[in-house]
């Protein structure tokens, strides 16, 4: 028998489908990370991450511009300070890595969203997103040898917010997944007259071995230890649910999941859970690097799995990517005649 119904009949050409085409990827809907670091110089290429490097302070805005002019509209700032210790004061500080790269680029590109990522483990002597028990002050006996702190480790969150906050910042991203740090940061914001300031919270993230080239990038590896007392069980999709929900109670603006492409799942169940705040994917450096690792031996062809990558987050419910394809993603989704 001859079907009557033919979906082929929407497919006969590139105009057809795109207007049909029920998921876009637009520039604005990225967001590009840079890592900024204290070291002169040159850009400092990272060999996990082709592509991508450390940039110095004094050097940031190019890199900004070129960001802007490929048509995304906002950046994610990472820091490797020159000092880390056992607080990772470099984070607050007024003349800290970030904070620097922040008054440049805000000088050089002023329209540019510029976030600011929080969190201690690129600051830390041990690489721990916080307060390391025992290493600070009386250890606390209850707790073991090695355990990050909470409720020391929200006091030094609120402080790096509202520097950052002092420096520019348009968005404040807290990563260091500490129980009720939303809760601080808007706090700590509220009383330093920031009340304006969006908290775009890393709401859900994994215990992932995705960060591996990440690692490398921003120079933040646990010295010992890992990180699975605070960051989330691989298997678990329910607890996301609390996570999202206890961000959102204590004031979250943008709710985000991550790492992004081992976790569509998730972010289909935030957006139908979620439905009234904006959603972020993280398109995190392992994810970056297989693509890149691939496409480099021919065996993929870059441009088109990116954009298949991106729209697939974006089909599973994310608003908004932070990616380190951006700039090439922007770029080419700017070109007339794409697939
Ligand atoms: C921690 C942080 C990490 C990433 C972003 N923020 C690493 C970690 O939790 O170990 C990973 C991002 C990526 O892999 O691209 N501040």
Not at 69 to 79: I, Q, W
Request: hydrophobic content about 40%; some cysteine.
């Amino acid at each position: 028998m001859t079907p009557t119904t033919r979906p082929r009949r929407l497919r006969h050409n590139p105009r057809l489908r795109a207007l049909v085409r029920e998921t876009t990827v637009r520039p604005t809907d990225l967001i590009a990370p840079i890592f900024v670091t204290h070291q002169r110089g040159e850009p400092r290429p990272i060999g996990s991450m082709p592509g991508v490097s450390q940039w110095p302070v004094e050097l940031v805005a190019r890199e900004a511009e070129a960001i802007a002019r490929s048509g995304v509209t906002a950046v994610l700032l990472f820091g490797i300070p020159e000092q880390k210790n056992a607080t990772g004061s470099d984070a607050w500080s007024e003349t800290g890595v970030v904070q620097r790269a922040i008054r440049e680029i805000k000088q050089a590109v002023p329209e540019l969203v510029v976030i600011a990522d929080l969190c201690l483990c690129e600051y830390t002597d041990h690489g721990h997103c916080g307060v390391v028990n025992g290493t600070v002050g009386k250890a606390d006996p209850r707790l073991p040898e090695g355990y990050v702190l909470n409720d020391p480790t929200l006091e030094i969150y609120g402080r790096i917010a509202v520097v950052q906050a002092r420096a520019g910042a348009d968005v404040i991203a807290p990563s260091g997944m500490m129980d009720g740090m939303v809760a601080a940061i808007r706090g700590a914001l509220d009383g330093a007259a920031y009340d304006h300031l969006p908290i775009m919270s890393y709401s859900v993230k994994y215990a992932s071995g995705f960060y591996g080239p990440f690692r490398d990038a921003a120079q933040g590896a646990p010295k010992f230890g890992d990180r699975a007392t605070h960051q989330m069980d691989p298997g678990n999709r329910r607890e996301a649910v609390r996570e999202h929900a206890l961000d959102v109670a204590e004031g979250a603006d943008i709710l985000m999941v991550k790492p992004a492409l081992a976790y569509l799942d998730v972010i289909r169940e935030t957006r139908d859970r979620f439905p009234e705040l904006p959603l972020a994917a993280y398109n995190v450096s392992g994810e970056y690097a297989m693509v890149k690792a691939a496409a480099q031996n021919g065996w993929v062809d870059e441009r088109r799995v990116v954009l298949e990558i991106l729209t697939a987050m974006r089909r599973a419910g994310a608003d908004l990517i932070i990616t380190y394809h951006a700039k090439d993603a922007a770029q080419w989704l700017s070109q007339p005649g794409r697939p």
